[in-house]
């Protein structure tokens, strides 16, 4: 897989998993988690990272998505 490939990880909680693939040089990530409190910690921990809270059937992507990580 492409270090450029977009990758949505859905229930992506304080963003641990991000940051384990953006060390290993992935960089078109986004988090998204149905808990707004993990995506507040997630902002505290991780700046930098593209995370929002997110509800099945609700929004929209606004870009295409290579890769899907589910937890």
Known sequence: MSRHAA????????????????????????????SPRMIKRAHHLHPGQATRVGRTGRGRVRRSISNLRCS
Not at 15 to 23: D, I, N
Not at 26 to 31: K, N
């Open 7 to 34: 990758i949505l990880d859905y229930g992506c909680g304080y963003g641990r998993v991000m940051e384990k693939l953006e060390q290993h040089g992935f960089d078109s990530l986004t988090g998204a988690d149905i």
